[in-house]
């Protein structure tokens, strides 16, 4: 993810339940430069079992997990052209490629939240227990769930290929939805 410039410098991070536990990336590193060694595991309350400081969005992933006993992953990415459609005002929609709806579902665009407040969790809370996977956080963004972290990850580079597709249509005329 980070060589896709999805999370770039320290930015973004992803965790992985596996049974009461928790495995969440380090507060502070680069995801380049991340390792077993500096991977922190936690408990289900959130408290540190094994490892350094985790990542400081640490409580959405686990509000998510508290939500959802079906998501077994998280990836929370900063891509760019996600962003980049919230900053200009245009709004993602999740029915211009056919990849979208029919292998990932319903991409949900909530209202923004400061980076790594308990707010950031309460904006999507609404979305996740409704059973949507991704959710765009305006100016800050992409939140994807997957019960795998394979499913998390595909998530997330779907949704941001998406907007980059079309904030590319956008600049050249207009979107034009897929006609059957």
């Known amino acids: 993810l980070h060589g896709l410039g999805l ?5 973004g991070n992803v965790s992985v339940r596996l049974g009461d536990e928790v495995l969440i990336t380090p507060s502070g590193v680069c995801k380049s430069r991340l390792g077993k060694n500096n991977i922190v595991r936690i408990d289900m309350a959130g408290g540190i079992i094994e490892g350094g400081n985790p990542t400081s969005e640490l409580p959405m992933h686990m509000r998510i997990y508290e939500l959802r006993a079906d998501v077994g992953a998280i990836v929370h990415v900063h891509g760019s052209n996600a962003v980049a459609m919230t900053v200009a005002g245009i709004r993602f929609q999740d029915d211009v490629l056919p990849e979208i709806p029919l292998k990932f579902g319903k991409v949900a665009t909530s209202r923004f939240a ?16 409704k ?21 998390a990850v ?17 600049a050249a005329g207009g979107i034009r939805k897929l006609r059957r």
């Open 131 to 151: 059973g949507i996977n991704a959710i765009i956080i305006p100016y800050h963004g992409i939140v994807a769930l997957g019960k795998t972290l394979n499913h």
């Open 114 to 129: 400061m980076p790594s407040t308990p707010e950031s969790a309460d904006v999507i809370e609404p979305f996740v227990v």
């Open 7 to 11: 999370m770039p410098g320290g930015a």
């Open 154 to 170: 595909m998530t997330a580079e779907a949704v941001e290929y998406s907007a980059e597709v079309q904030l590319k249509a956008t």
